[in-house]
């Protein structure tokens, strides 16, 4: 089955570090890009960067720079999200999803990864 | 950044009648605009993509078209299961953004 699974809820406080993994199956893991979306109620959906499996390019929002770190593990084609010195404005529900190209839109989504900061 | 604008906010529509959504860019994004629904507790599915091209397996009723800075999202004949978030989202230019959505509700 295609699919993205990501790993569970997480509480951390201010200016803690949290690390989620989002591990995929059932496709060739390095011909598609890996996005992170951010939900956060009131804001909607915010884009932090994108990683292209194949060579590790990454290219991050601005706003998210510095803070973000995307990474994957071809051996265990699996993704992962270090977003560090957090605050509580980024509590919300974190989602990795695939996209086969730059340009095009994502069409294949984790379930999601609540983090509450407080 | 290229700002996304969504109209309407808010849509109460009856089953059967049709619904279209706008997504206006504050510069073109080309066709690098695709259009995704969202119900609650779930992830956001893609619907659309670049501008007008369906997805295997969504029902025939969504359409979209548009280039540049104007496009829309057209649901015809609208079911129960359409209530939900619709959200538009441009990777023509990083940072990707999206529109801040609109919510359908059916009557």
């Known amino acids: 089955e295609v699919q993205l699974v990501q790993s569970g809820a997480e509480v951390r406080r201010p200016g803690e570090s949290l690390t989620i993994s989002c591990e995929t199956s059932g496709y060739t893991f390095i011909t598609y890009f890996l996005t992170w979306v951010r939900q956060v109620p009131g804001i909607g959906l915010e884009w932090l960067g994108h990683i292209n499996p194949t060579d590790s390019f990454t290219e991050y929002a601005p706003s998210f720079e510095g803070r973000v770190t995307l990474s994957v593990d071809k051996s265990t084609r699996t993704a992962f999200l270090q977003l560090s010195s957090l605050r509580a404005s980024d509590s919300g529900t974190y989602y990795c999803a695939r996209r086969d190209s730059i340009l095009t839109g994502q069409d294949l989504w984790g379930q999601g990864t609540r983090v509450t900061v407080s | 950044e290229v700002v996304l604008t969504q109209s309407p906010d808010f849509q109460s529509v009856a089953p059967k009648e049709k619904l279209t959504i706008t997504c206006r860019a504050s510069?073109?994004?080309?066709?690098?605009l695709h259009w995704y629904q969202q119900k609650p507790g779930e992830a956001p599915k893609l619907l659309i993509k670049?501008?007008?091209q369906s997805l295997s397996g969504v029902p025939s009723r969504f359409s979209g078209s548009g280039s540049e800075t104007d496009f829309t999202l057209t649901i015809s004949s609208l079911e129960a299961e359409d209530a939900a978030m619709y959200y538009c989202h441009q990777t023509t230019d990083s940072p990707n953004t999206f529109g801040q959505g609109t919510k359908l509700e059916i009557k």
């Open positions: 510069q073109s994004v080309g066709t690098s």
């Open positions: 670049y501008g007008s």
